[in-house]
């Protein structure tokens, strides 16, 4: 079983930058597509960005050119730079991963970090 946590949420004005983290931890595992969705009240969970294991990104509409995401995959974790933020990008984010353990395939979430950004 692999887990996923995510670090780095909080409170920034529009116009500023934050770096989400998540870190994969678990035995025998090997991750493969890492992707950040988010959630704000009312909305459906969507995709932000997703980065496969040979580095290929992708990114919604709403976010490119704003967004990087990155991966260190000696360290197994994903990252999130997020710059220009606008009150719109308010949500929860969620990591996701899609891992080989113990002889299956998974999928696997992590708790979610607020980010708010307000004035």
């Known amino acids: 079983q692999v887990q996923l946590v995510e670090s780095g949420g909080g409170l920034v004005q529009p116009g500023g930058s934050l770096t989400l983290s998540c870190a994969a931890s678990?035995?025998?595992?090997?991750?493969?597509?890492m992707r950040w969705y988010r959630q704000a009240p009312g909305n459906q969970r969507d995709l932000v960005a997703s980065?496969?294991?040979?580095?290929?990104?992708n990114y919604a509409d709403s976010v490119k050119g704003r967004f990087t995401i990155s991966r260190d995959s000696a360290k197994n974790t994903v990252y999130l730079q997020m710059n220009s933020l606008q009150p719109e990008d308010t949500a929860v984010y969620y990591c996701?991963?899609?891992?080989?353990?113990?002889?299956?395939?998974?999928?696997?979430w992590g708790q979610g970090t607020q980010v708010t950004v307000s004035s």
């Open positions: 996701n991963a899609n891992s080989y353990s113990g002889g299956y395939y998974q999928g696997s």
């Open positions: 678990g035995s025998n595992f090997r991750i493969y597509t």
């Open positions: 980065i496969t294991s040979g580095g290929s990104t």
